[in-house]
């Protein structure tokens, strides 16, 4: 088996996972056959128990490991579905080396952190490669060099390329500012991080050169000489308007050849027409389709962060993409919705709204009563996960007459829970059991006949994934159904509500599940297609009425 390390230099956030994702996916355009690896630095065994503000997404694998969101990426680029292999952190390594070591698992040599712990994460990368059957196994080591928190991940390379010299390349993600007042690209940041590597023993064979621009033939010269690679091996990797062209432009830059001779592996014939089809498309599309998503994962400080809902955009835009639209997506605070009820009206504006998946009672008036606003105004809505159970709590509330019809999960004592603790959980929360014991990962749903859903998916039975621990109470059932609210999906053995839909509406669908973890670029979801669909109809008729 081939390894190519992806690390990052300078800073965070410089798409150091979308990079490993078009490596991933270029590999495989040649006729390779890849598997992905995320390792992060956390203690933590997931990233189930993270705060979305502080990591983003969690990303729900269909076997259920709740995961960084690098893993949504790979699964949208390469579209190979990610197991819990895929995903290292150092709390899953020292626990298993701990455990190993409690079983006399070292035959009574002490346990060391060097080498054992990066022999750990080298043993549990060859697990992620072999299940996937790859010829190459990308691996991206979460944070960036020179921090303390990721040196035994670079152990593990240094290890590794000790016994394999000629099946690992590195790969240094760095940043070159272009600071404003000086108005010219700065590598010195990006010799830092080189140096930083070096320090552990590493020497990168590739630069990404992450910049608001091209990287040039000069400071390729610096780079080289500087961080000791070949000028060829800078590669430019300019701010791009969809993540989607970084495979088209690293081959640009023939970064597969230039992958491949290193890894002394023979080029194959390249295959990347649908995707570059779908990059132009992306490019010349004009039309918007304006989608609001009101959530409350958005603040810190001063700046707004999307990262805590990168499936569910990215999801928005492969559907609006499909339909031929240019996806105008609209971060909307569902707490200004407490403050100020008459600012709902602002909703109007949208051709469709989202209440995407959330936790815990913050915000949830205010999407509440957006919810209560668009289906009032007969606006496309689509509810995922918390969205779905708040619009059957808004429902209950406004439709059924059931005033105080809230969930269990903002009010443990509530009289009328349309929206109740799952029978299993119950002793999980009282036992603050909390880590990966939610309902998670793919269940089938079986669809009715005369749905929205089942016309959407042109199936009966769907596989979706879900992580959640409330569900909808049975008890309303027929209350719902009378007033209008049609059962949808429900697991094979009926007990289960998977989605409901408002009948006298022209969309207006909350799933259970997460439908946003299963779209990728050239197969949208179903569900969001259906969405987009009706978001794409009103905006056409609202502009046949401004005529
Ligand atoms: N908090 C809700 C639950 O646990 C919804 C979860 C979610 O939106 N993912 O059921």
Redesign the pocket.
Known sequence: MKYIFVVGGVMSSVGKGVSTASIAKILQSRGYKVAVVKCDMYINIDAGTIRPTEHGEVFVGEDGIEADQDLGNYERFTGITSTRANYITTGQVYQSVIERERNLGYDGEDVEVVPDIPNEIIRRINVAGKRGKADVTVIEIGGTVGEYQNILFLEAIRILKLKHPEDVALVLVSYLPIPKAVGEMKTKPTQYASRSLNSAGLQADFILCRAEKEIDAPRRKRLAIFCGIEPSAAISAPDVASIYEIPVNFEREKLSDKLLTKLKLKPKKKNMDEWRKLVAKIRRLQEPVKIGIVGKYFGTGNFTLSDSYISVIEAVRHAAWAEGRQPEISWLNAEEYEKDARKVKELNQFDGIIV?????NRGVEGKIRSIKYVREQKIPYFG????M?LAAVEFARDVCGIKDAT?E?FDAEAKNPV?HT?LDQVQKLKDKNYGAT?RLGSYPAVLSADSLSREAYSKRTIQERH?????FNNKYRDRFMKKGMRLAGLSPDGELVEIIEAIDHPFFVGT?F?PEFTSRPLLPNPLFRAFIRAAKKRSTERKKVKK
């Open positions: 995407p998946g959330g936790f815990g995922l996960c918390l969205g159970q969930s999960e929206i799952m939610m992580r959640h621990r409330y569900e259970q997460h």
